[in-house]
């Protein structure tokens, strides 16, 4: 076969890499480690233009021989890397020498990929750090195929060395060398379909060994896969983010208020592009205490570069605070990200901000919100928990239940760092490297952490609808920028609509109320609808549990608060008589923005009968978008009542338990007591007596005024003046018959006080007895009792 013409017509661009062509008569090695991790292309595009032809029947087991002539520079080359995927090695281009006429290529080294050695002292590496250094392949292998040029346009062998200084590659691993990892033209058109539909390349590559019948069959590694589909949305992105602009411009003109910024020249795109709709701005204006920035769209299974910012409206739905395309994810991007959203949001920081678990996105927030608390959220952590420890699911079926009532269902920080301890010593996962950087983290995923912070969620153990919902049922996996607009604006005419049919709900049907409570009543008449049903929820969880003192310092009241039979299961709830404030060791009302259960009950035990104002959050009512004030439904004369009542109410009981537990200590205080009351007695009947007086308006009593029946009760007035005076003295008269029973009570360890309080309506006698012999209901039953029943006490 000698001087016989091969006809290689082959075209393998890519695989030579960075052959400098410029030099005339030199040599120029490429350096093949530091060329970019990405295979051969080749195209089927038909002749003339790169279709290949490779060998065939008895030309398969050719060897280069000095001599063998080629019709092109390509086909030589071709020809060496069959022969090289033949024997199992790689191969490059080495050097090459031009022609001094015309600048024309003249001659060509191909060589073993392990030829030469590494120039460790080259100019671009020797001043500086490598952080991740490559791993050393050349050992001086003299392998080789040499071309050149003949006057005939035809390429001669002119050398060639068949021994290597190394182990050659057997057949199954021959895939993986870089010159023979090649992406055909049917493959590519695979990918690029699976690809539109929302596969990764993992899931590809399965799909393609499958329909190839092995890896070494597919011809490329998932590396070059991964990297092909990069390559191609990057491409795609170029486009795709110049239709955004246009998008965003065109917006921008129908509305000035409408807000977009580009990181860089939007000529020259090199970052983010953020967008806020006026309704997204308008939003954070009611909704903006809470913040979740969700990245989930970028993730592998949308393979969009969107993150939008929500939070939680007062019917608790998600709400949108703008959007972000994430075209750049370096820190210094997300700081210009955050800076633009605050910007846009007016400078208002929010008070917490929920996100992925990110170490840039972290960073950045810290640099942008250092006063906001972060959070990552709880349920992608325990969706990545499912990657990284899925073979300890497998292996203990009831670890991922522990685990899960490790972080959610402990009540206290001390108690969850014993139960993870104790849960890592049981399975034997002290050094798991997941677990010790979730668990490094765990002040800002860990709900005890939290637990003190505004994050208006109504339960802990359950999913917020704030987090990858916002654009659910519109942006799935298929989804790509060309149908992201459409998608976009459906969702937020949806959004709305659902807002809109709330608002109607609440303003225009009436829930149906569980209780006699007052409380109940005023909160439904505030609250939006979905808010009150979950208020409900806690009023009505009340009866299921006990109040009980526990403390006493004066200036707060501490009560232990827990289920029948369950004191070890007790919430402790400190009060403040004189301001109506309450604290809960369950901290629901920081995290959630509504009263616990526990609270509720020691506001029934010590007759709070309405929310006090400073609970009722204006962004869970159903004005919440409006410019009312909420101290403003004060003008409700009942509610004011019922308000001022339960404030003197309260700091009188006080104040009057206080007095009893000095005035019995001795028999000089019991006197002096006795004496103070017996002149408190008559100076309340006094002040009772010239209020009356003053409430008269020309000669008719308060009572007449009643006519309609709203005060049936008290129709006439001298009887009511009659009966209150009445009622005064006789109190005064058996006053020392009371005041001997508290010394009594008092000494036998029981809690007893008496005192008198009217008003110009009604007359109560206060006499409060706690003794656990006592039904429950008892002292509720005689703590306040009208006028009109007082008859209970004179018998």
Aim: with cysteine.
């Amino acid at each position: 076969m000698e001087n016989e013409v091969l006809e290689f017509d082959i075209g393998l661009g890519g695989a030579s890499g960075g052959v400098d062509d410029d030099a005339v008569d030199i040599e120029h090695p490429v350096d093949d480690e530091d060329m970019p991790d990405t295979p051969t292309t080749v195209s089927f595009t038909g002749a003339g233009s790169g279709e290949i032809f490779l060998p065939e029947g008895d030309l398969l087991d050719l060897e280069p021989y000095e001599g063998m002539e080629f019709e092109s520079e390509e086909a030589a080359k071709a020809f060496y890397n069959s022969y090289a995927r033949r024997v199992g090695f790689s191969t490059r281009v080495s050097s090459s020498r031009r022609s001094r006429r015309d600048g024309a290529i003249i001659q060509r080294q191909f060589v073993c990929a392990k030829e030469g050695f590494r120039n460790l002292n080259e100019k671009r590496t020797k001043d500086r750090e490598i952080k991740r250094p490559r791993t050393i392949t050349r050992v001086g292998c003299k392998a080789s195929l040499s071309v050149k040029m003949q006057d005939s346009g035809k390429w001669v062998v002119s050398g060639f060395v068949r021994e290597h200084n190394h182990e050659l590659v057997p057949p199954d691993q021959v895939h993986c060398l870089r010159s023979h990892r090649q992406i055909s033209g049917p493959a590519k058109t695979l990918i690029d379909t699976l690809q539109a539909a929302g596969m990764g390349p993992r899931r590809i590559m399965s799909a393609l060994i499958k329909e190839y019948g092995g890896i070494s069959k597919v011809g490329f590694t998932e590396v070059d896969c991964r990297n092909y589909m990069r390559n191609n949305r990057q491409r795609s992105l170029e486009g795709d983010i110049q239709l955004l602009l246009d998008y965003l411009r065109q917006m921008h003109n129908d509305n000035p208020n409408f807000f977009y910024a580009v990181q860089g020249d939007e000529e020259q795109y090199t970052g983010n592009v953020f967008w806020a709709d006026p309704k997204a701005r308008t939003n954070y204006t009611y909704f903006g205490d809470t913040v979740t920035f969700d990245t989930t769209y970028r993730s592998n299974r949308y393979r969009l570069p969107f993150a939008p910012f929500t939070g939680v409206n007062h019917h608790g739905q998600p709400v949108l605070f703008g959007c972000a395309f994430l075209i750049n994810e370096t820190e210094a991007s997300f700081v210009w990200l955050f800076n633009t959203w605050l910007m846009a949001m007016s400078g208002r920081h929010p008070v917490s901000i929920t996100t992925d678990h990110d170490a840039v996105i972290r960073s950045a927030i810290m640099q942008v919100f250092p006063d906001t608390r972060h959070r990552f959220c709880k349920w992608h952590i325990f969706k990545k928990c499912q990657e990284k420890l899925s073979h300890v699911f497998l292996k203990h079926p009831n670890f991922e239940a522990e685990f899960h009532k490790c972080v959610n269902l402990t009540e206290s920080i001390e108690e969850f760092e014993s139960c993870w301890l104790s849960l890592l010593d049981r399975y034997d996962l002290q050094d798991h490297e997941w677990l010790q950087t979730i668990y490094s983290a765990r002040r800002q995923w860990v709900p005890v952490y939290l637990r003190d912070t505004f994050f208006a969620e109504m339960s802990i153990t359950q999913r917020s609808d704030s987090m990858n919902s916002y654009f659910d049922g519109y942006v799935n996996a298929s989804t790509n920028l060309n149908q992201f607009f459409k998608l976009y604006e459906k969702s937020l005419e949806s959004r709305n609509e659902k807002e809109v049919k709330a608002d109607y709900d609440t303003m225009n049907t009436s829930p149906v109320l569980k209780t006699p409570s007052p409380m109940e009543k005023q909160a439904s008449e505030l609250y939006t609808r979905k808010l009150f049903m979950r208020f409900q929820e806690e009023l009505v969880g009340t009866l299921t549990f006990m109040a009980s003192k526990a403390e006493d310092d004066g200036e707060n009241i501490t009560y232990q608060v827990a289920k029948f039979g369950e004191d070890h299961k007790a919430y402790y709830v400190k009060f403040n008589v004189l301001e109506m404030k309450a604290t809960c060791s369950c901290q629901m009302f920081e995290f959630s923005g509504l009263l616990c259960r526990h609270v509720l009950a020691v506001f029934r035990v010590t007759n709070v009968l309405t929310l006090p104002s400073h609970y009722i959050l204006k962004r869970w009512t159903r004005n919440a978008r409006s410019s009312v004030i909420l101290e403003e439904r004060s003008a409700d004369v009942y509610t004011n009542y019922l308000e001022s009542h339960t404030v003197r109410y309260n700091t009188l009981r006080h104040e009057a338990f206080k007095f009893v537990d000095e005035g019995c200590k001795s028999l000089d205080t019991y006197n002096a007591a006795v004496t103070a009351l017996q002149e408190a007695a008559k100076r309340v009947a006094l002040a009772t007596k010239n209020e009356r007086r003053g409430s008269t308006v020309n000669g008719r009593g308060r009572g007449e005024l009643a006519s309609n029946g709203s005060r049936a009760n008290y129709s006439s007035s001298n009887h009511l003046g009659s009966s209150i005076q009445h009622l005064s003295e006789c109190a005064t008269e058996r006053f020392h018959k009371y005041s001997k029973c508290l010394a009594f009570t008092s000494e036998t360890n029981s809690d007893a006080s008496v005192f008198l309080f009217h008003s110009q309506q009604s007359c109560w006698m206060i006499w409060t007895r706690r003794s656990k012999n006592l039904p429950m209901n008892w002292s509720m039953q005689i703590e306040s009792v009208k006028f009109t029943e007082l008859t209970y006490f004179q018998s």
